[in-house]
DNA sequence: AGTTAAAGTGCAAGCGATTGCAATTAATTG
DNA sequence: CAATTAATTGCAATCGCTTGCACTTTAACT
């Protein structure tokens, strides 16, 4: 019955030892900065590295990070409500995660809440650099913490009053043209937009709001066919008669239209025969609604991608002085069968 | 024009010189390790504390996890094809995650994919503990590590061969058979089980069906009546004529319930009156699908933080030689609109 | 007050890598 | 072959905190 091993690993210094050189040259061999231009470092760096894995030795993750001062990781803050991601959020966290892996960064959940627990984190410096969600609520005390401890940080689809942050954008405004154009192709011109309880703070709903009131054309003052409340209530909007009686609604998400068809459904409203119905954020089961659902749709994966190159090219490269760059993805129209010709009478 | 500065953060040592006493002292003040039992040392260790909040000292996590040996971290393994997690692996994460922000711990996530690089991320010992979501593919592979480097970890809804790792169950056994009464207390007695393409390996599968094969009291070779395709061929089970043709189909998840309950639309076949469906893995959108889904459900946010209790116990109370511990939740069946009586005729 | 036990303190040794600097060795050139 | 340059190496400092040990101070008790 042996007494359970320490489990010491082996370090860096007993593999310079075997190797008969010192740690620094174990150290240089092993991280490759050496040019190794020499006849013989070449194959002495060759034994060393040999002798290394011999030995079984790994790196201690815990010590490389505290002698370079870099915790090669990054945070990704969202929202602690719905602690983590939904939708599309889900795929752009998904690219944001594999893209940072591959270059040997690490991904750190951070849900930011009501309690400041989280500024903790950053004061800790417990990570490298931060993205910051879409649809994050405290942005601006976030960012005026990263600011404040001068992080690299990426905005992914979310404003700031700073304006200062590196961003990834995704073209909400445009996506909406392109929402209407769809309808008003096919003969709608009453078309109205459920935002559902979404926050008026966010990027993508400024985004889109504005998009669809200069496509419509409407006096800013005017929010008639502009609906901003549960599905509850929505129907009152959509039964009522009248010249501006709606034949079509933009939903904001999948959120609103989703319980949007089945309260049609239920007033024995037909989609698309008698409403069209166009929604934003692609999901897994759009396709699979009954009708399918049409819906504006972006490559998140990409979003999640371009987000951390963003981040790791500031991390690394050093920028003194954040140098605001922001990237801008389009969208696209996928459509389905919940759009069709708006009902003549 | 002022250079950039180095940005020197305080450290314990000048907090220590700024009080008047030792680096070790200002350490064991702020961390609490004194008992302050004594008059003088109380308001000592008060003051201390008090000069390091005036210098705006914040301890550096870096060297803190350097000293300590702990990472004060996680890893949370999940499979990296679909990356993020799906549906109910959401809320279980987001459980997890809450639960162990709480206690000071943070997540990192660590997708598994083919590529072993997943494999350097346990060398380094990048983090304390492990929790292996479900329906991870390499769980073999993956605890083999985990045993290999003796480090605390917890399988959530999972099985290894080993059969040594602690664990989170969710009662799949149980739940079916409820699932099963259900539709029996209906009338059905000809049902269908529709496993989707999911793997035979996963235990959540293997426990589902076990439950089915039970109840239903199959002869373990009869397999008519458990189906494992895609949504395309599905139809020729349900079309099918004869005694045996099915009247109620449970499906794996919502990613095989959403499909059918299209497809049966699309073939003219009415929900529930023609045929009942019922799910498993309740989602957000259930209740809105047409009809309205009928599923066995479970709390996915408290499987999250019992997960992440079970962790830190064996992560604080260095635990000599793991024991198993598991724990089983159970499910409970929430009847929306999609199961009704079986059909006369 | 004197003795004993408990609590608090400072010293200094880790923790295990990376890295600037000076010295050394190897390659290159005239 | 000597002189010059480039590449490699080892020494030792550094990163900032925790903690075991020996010692001093304070509290508790007879």
Partial sequence: MTAKQPNRRTTIYQVAERAGVSSSTVSRALNGVSKEKSQGSASRAQRIRQIAEQMGYQPNWRARVFAEGKTRSVGLLQPSEDTMFKGVNTQI???FVSELYKHKYHVVLMPI?????????FDEQRVDGYAIMQQLDEVEDVCEAIVRHDSPAVLINNTENRNY???VLIDDYTG??????HLTLLGHSQIGLHLGTHSLGHYSVQERLRGFQEAMGFKSGDDSMIWREDDQSIMRHLGRGGSNRPTAVICYSHQEAIPLLYTLSQFGIKVPQDMSVISFNDIEFSEYLNPPLTTMAYDADR??????QLLLRQINENVDGMERETVTLKQHLIVRGSTGPVPQS
């Fill in 93 to 95: 966290a998904a690219g």
């Fill in 165 to 167: 942050l590196p961003r």
């Fill in 113 to 121: 809440g009501e309690d400041q627990e989280w500024q903790q984190t």
């Fill in 303 to 308: 979003v999640g991608r371009v987000s951390a």
């Fill in 176 to 181: 909406m043209q392109l929402a209407i154009r």
